[in-house]
Structure formats: structure tokens, C-alpha cells
């Protein structure tokens, strides 16, 4: 049995911080935080927005085209690192606000990396026959957990969720192959203290040895070629990374998905968030092959390559 996404979904928040509204508050500029990360805005959910909000909202869009009823969910996976409190989860708080009563949940952490966590994940209990449906969320409100003193790190991220429903598709679709790592030698490099600590070079040598190995290796796990592959979706952190991955596929600059300028590092809701947009503008049709590929804290990283389509 075959695993596949049948219906996505998402959430942005209305408030949207630019790089001018930046420059007034610290030592920074529009050019420096451009030139460096290819951000221009973000979106900044309210005090009173919490993290399940934001997962509900792209959650109910998911199911909703997926064109199932939320009671047909056999399993909610929520990937975020800014729950709204420790327990209980934020995958059990959406099974009670979407009325999916016949759904387990469990939170997944592994940072940025978590949404391909949380897809590999289902795919293992949709392909034995155990669970037919289950929605992946990806979700931050990583505005609470940033200091907006740290120049460093306050222009990189934003608030967002994207979600996914994922079940049995057709012969040759869906899921072709994954890769999933993690190195905790390197959890020194990002992690979080009261706020997000990151030593930046560290994290960007990293990411770019680690986005192009990774898509190298499930291209050839699935037995296809750099030339098979018609989108790449990369974790939107930093537009100099995500160049390194796309130059690592040799691939032209419109198979590439970019929703950093206007959302910032979302972390785990990035990958779905560009789904859905890339999906809505027509950009990934049916059959094409689709690369995701994402990093974070821990360090963790994961890729999945998919053929498109039900």
C-alpha cells in the first residue's frame, strides 16, 4: 500500500512584521537581513494566539480538502517545539477541537526537521495497513521563545502552521523513499535556553553540506535521477542554504520553492506551508517528482521524495 498526501492546509497569522518595522527596534537593516537570509517580512501571531490555534486552522483546512470527516482520522501528529504547555499535547487538544474521536495523538519535537519527521512517520503506519488516514501538522509560534533583542536572531523567524492529510494512494505514487538523521555532537550549535540560541556559522556549514546530501540520497534510494526531479521543496531558513541544495540538483530556479521573503524560518510548518502555496499557484502537478528536504535543532534533518498525486 502506498502512502501519499490527499489534502493540505494552512495558517498565517494577519500581523506582518517587515525589516523597516526591525530597523526601528535594533541595530539593524533591510539590506543586512536581505543580503544575508532573503527574508523581507514575517508573520507574528498575537499574545492571545496560541500554538493549537494556529494548528486548528490549518488542520481543518487539510481535512477539509482532503474530503474526509475529521472522524476518519485514525492518527494526529503534531511537529512543534512551542507547544502551549507541556501536556496535555497539542495533537490532543486539536483531536478534541476537531471532534476526531477515533484518532490517537502525539506530539513530535525534532525542530525544523519535524514535519518530514512527522510524514515518514505516518507513512509507516499507513503502508502496513494499520491506520488508512493521518493528519501531519506542522506548527510554531516561535515569536514567544525569541528574544527581539538579539539581532542575530530575532530577524529570522516567524509564526505559521501547515498541515497535511496523508492515506493509501494509487500504485507509483506517493511516497518514494526517505532519509531521516540526527547528530547530537551538534546540539550546541541551536537550541533553546529561555530564548532560541544559535551559532550561526556552525549551523550554516551544516545545512549546506547536510539539504544537498540529503536529496542526493533519497533521489537515488527511489532509483531516479537529478533529471526526474520537477520541485524541490527546501526548508525555508535562509535563502543561501536553500540555493546550495537547488545547485546541488542542478535544478533551475522556478523548480525551486521560496516562501522565505514573505514568511521568515517558520520551522516545522515551513515544508507545508510552501506546499500548499506551490500547490494553490499550479506549480506541482500531477506525477511530478517532489523533493522536501529539511534541518534543525538537535541537529536533525530529514527528506522525503514523493511522485505527486492520489
Given amino acids: 500500500m502506498n502512502a501519499g498526501i490527499i489534502g493540505v492546509g494552512r495558517y498565517l497569522p494577519e500581523t506582518i512584521v517587515t525589516n523597516l518595522d526591525l530597523e526601528k527596534k535594533m541595530d539593524t537593516s533591510d539590506e543586512w537581513i536581505r543580503s544575508r537570509t532573503g527574508i523581507e517580512e514575517r508573520r507574528i501571531a498575537k499574545d492571545d494566539m496560541d500554538t493549537s490555534y494556529l494548528a486548528y486552522q490549518a488542520a481543518a483546512e487539510a481535512i477539509k480538502n482532503a474530503g474526509i470527516a475529521a ?31 477515533n484518532a490517537a495523538a502525539m506530539d513530535i519535537s525534532a525542530a525544523c526537521a519535524g514535519f518530514m ?26 515569536s514567544k521563545i525569541t528574544d527581539w533583542n538579539d539581532r542575530n536572531t530575532a530577524v529570522l523567524f516567524g509564526d505559521g502552521a501547515g498541515a497535511v492529510v496523508m492515506g493509501p494512494v494509487s500504485d507509483g505514487k506517493g511516497v518514494l523513499s526517505f532519509e531521516l538523521g540526527s547528530d547530537g555532537t551538534g546540539g550546541k550549535y541551536l537550541y533553546q535556553d529561555k530564548y532560541i540560541v544559535m551559532h550561526g556559522r556552525e549551523v550554516f556549514k551544516f545545512a549546506v553540506r547536510q539539504m544537498g546530501e540529503s ?44 516562501t522565505v521573503h514573505k514568511y521568515g524560518n517558520t520551522s516545522s510548518a515551513s515544508i507545508p506551508i510552501s506546499l500548499f502555496e506551490e500547490i494553490e499557484a499550479g506549480k506541482i502537478k500531477d506525477g511530478d517528482v517532489v523533493i522536501m528536504v529539511g534541518f534543525g535543532g538537535g541537529l536533525t534533518w530529514g527528506a522525503i521524495a514523493m511522485r505527486w498525486g492520489k
Fill in 71 to 101: 472522524e476518519e482520522l485514525d492518527l494526529i501528529l503534531v511537529a512543534t517545539v512551542t507547544p502551549d504547555q507541556p501536556f496535555p499535547t497539542v495533537s490532543c487538544m486539536l483531536q478534541d477541537q476537531l471532534g476526531a474521536k
Fill in 117 to 142: 519527521y512527522g510524514m515518514v512517520t505516518a507513512k509507516q503506519f499507513i503502508e502496513t495497513g494499520a491506520y488508512k488516514y493521518v493528519l501531519i501538522v506542522g506548527v510554531e509560534k516561535l
Fill in 215 to 258: 536529496s542526493i540520497n533519497v533521489l537515488e534510494k527511489a532509483g531516479l535521477s537529478k533529471e526526474d526531479v520537477d520541485f524541490l521543496i527546501p526548508h525555508q531558513a535562509n535563502i543561501r542554504i536553500m540555493e546550495a541544495a537547488r545547485q546541488r540538483l542542478d535544478l533551475p530556479i522556478e523548480k525551486m520553492s521560496k
